[in-house]
């Protein structure tokens, strides 16, 4: 990548280890108060939430990206996809906080099997809203390319972030932690906006004008891929964890949510690279040879990260677990060495996966979601039912594995032209 991907990257990481940092502390805290069974329960809210985030923004603030990106230069016409998109952040959080309010018995029993907690969805229906415009918000400035605004406002909430949930932990055991999973990102809007209401396209004269119908039909186009691919990955560890919890114990769940966790830390480096720099990069051109660049240019920075951290995590695993964790969480350490081959499967993957979502090639995206879906629940059962624990992590490799390798085969004419041989789009 040139300079501009270097800063970025730069500045991505030194958040990114920020954000490590106070999830380190947060983790500690929970696992030494709320132990392995607890963690699971974190994990599984965890993954819950996720899927109903995205639903709550109606999964359009990866189109908002590109198009904000696309025309930054031209008011009128960005001006119109921040318009739908506001129009349709409200309408879905709106309808998918009821949803959370009045089925909050029905959810606590279904998703953390019990009915002990529906307090929790309630309290996440309340804040919901608040997460969903914190999304648009970001979206926006993403697309805007106002990665310091963006970097700063990350590192405010992950301070608040981390502060909010010790002390809910701390005080009311598993039901402040559930609670903190639930509005983590809510709070973190209160952080996030001061950044941005000098800008213009966030005064409620800019947002609220009249809808382009266009425009809402070219965010939807994005919006069935971002929410297949948002429900996708929570509702596969969803399944895995119901799996391991009947077929080995809460225990070990909360064993695997452990590794898990430490994967979720270290890649969120490459994926705030992909995310802020990556994708609205790719939107912008055109040229087969340019994206082939491209590619290949994001490989070289990020697969050198991804060898060393994985390496480094398997030498010290040990070290980390315990201080990170408890000695409850020794067992670990045996998932290690299939969890981090299948993290770098993953990302080498997303690289990939990334040039369907700017090129909105949405038929490929949910079809090799679909793949990717059905390979992850199928590998991680059958190595289950064979190794045990440790199934579970060499399923995740296998599947990433998969999706990684019909991905080069699809955009083989993006990998592998000549030059001489480059078409456009």
Known sequence: MALESFRVSVSGAFVTAFKMLTGF???????????????????QLNNFTTVLLQLANGGITVGLTKYVSEFSNEKEKY??????????????????????IFGASFLSEK??????????????????VFYALNAFVLAVSNGFKEYRVFFLSNLVGSIFGLVFTVIL?????????????????????LCTIPFFLKHSWLKPKAVFTAIDKPAVRQLFSFSLMALVAAINGPLNQMFIRNYIINHESLNDAGIWEGVNRISNMYLYVV???????????LAALSEKAAIRKEIFNTYKMIMPFLLIGAVCIYVFRGLIIKVLFTPAFEPMNGLFPYQLTGDICKM???????????????????????????????????????FGLKGAP??????????????????????????NQVTTN
């Not at 953390?112 to 969805?121: E, H, M, T």
Request: glycine letters at 8%; hydrophobic letters at 55%; a positive charge.
């Open 25 to 43: 502390i947060s983790l500690k805290v929970v696992a030494s108060l709320i132990g392995p069974a607890g963690v699971a329960l974190i994990g």
């Open 111 to 128: 998703v953390l099997g019990s009915n002990q907690y529906p307090f929790v969805f309630l309290v996440f229906g309340l804040s919901l």
């Open 79 to 100: 001006a119109k996809y921040i318009t739908a998109a506001c129009y349709i952040t409200l309408v879905a959080s709106v309808v998918v906080s009821l949803v959370l």
């Open 169 to 189: 932990t701390y005080r009311f055991g598993i039901n402040g932690a559930l609670i903190s999973v639930v509005t983590y990102q809510s709070i973190a809007f």
């Open 348 to 386: 080498a993957g997303w690289v990939l996966g990334y040039l369907m979502l700017a090129k909105a090639m949405t038929k490929t995206y949910l079809v090799m979601e679909v793949i990717s879906f059905s390979c992850q629940i199928g590998f991680s059962i059958l190595f289950l039912n064979i």
């Open 394 to 419: 060499i399923g995740y490799t296998l599947g990433h594995l998969t999706y990684f390798l019909l991905l080069v085969i699809i955009f083989r004419d993006y990998l592998f032209r000549s030059k």
């Open 271 to 281: 994926m705030t690279a992909l995310s802020i720099y990556f994708l609205p990069k």
